[in-house]
């Protein structure tokens, strides 16, 4: 696995810091670290959405910032992608492979070190990079007070060295409705034996098409052979798009 960070973004730092501090990461090169063949890289990207991702590997992992305009304090991890436009990096209508087994251990491991008692939230997809290795944000929400908290640093650090200890298969679905803080695939994934891989909110529903479900099914590590709507969040005609679209690729549909 690659684990990235800039020094050019104050959460990413601070995860990382703690990482090599207290988790046995040892210094390989000049900007790199290692540990159980996990590498951590120092990418000196300007920004988080601009590091290098043309790795041969299993799962990138970024170690990231989450902004809000709410400036709620949080935890999140997410898949990046863009179900249509790409205001923020990446390809538009492009969606990223997802591993959705490695977001379930890592949203429950982000959960099991949370003392502070700020929610931990899967995100739905959203902003680049785009590429070729499956890719996973997990990040620090949502202002500079709390990317720089040290506390919430030590938090994400133990969490990601635990999950590298992990590799455990699960069953994936799609998950499709709601907002941008998937408050009911978190969960679902916190609560039951199932994972998640791309989610479509609410909001994207009306620009799905079978280019971008096509990518939701076959971008995914696991097989996909479900697809989970929420149905409060969700209204009669957005229900019947989606199932349509699943029947159309041999998947089953259910609400949760």
Known sequence: MILLFTPNNTASLNIAEKLIERHGFEKTGEKEWERGGNRLIETGAPTILDVPTGFDTDLILVL??????????????????????????GEPRTLNTAYASRLKTMIRELENANTLDWPVYIEADHHGPTCKAPIMFVEIGSTGEEWKNQEAGRIVA????EFLKKNETYEAVLGVGGGHYSREFTKLVLESSLAVGHIAPKYAIEGIAEDTFRQAVQKTVEPVKKVLILKKETNSSQKKKIAGLAERFGLETGLV
């Open 158 to 161: 133990q969490a990601v060295s």
């Open 64 to 89: 990231s910032t989450h902004r809000s305009r709410g400036g709620k304090k949080m935890l999140t991890a997410h898949f990046p992608g863009n179900w249509d436009e790409a205001k923020f990096g």
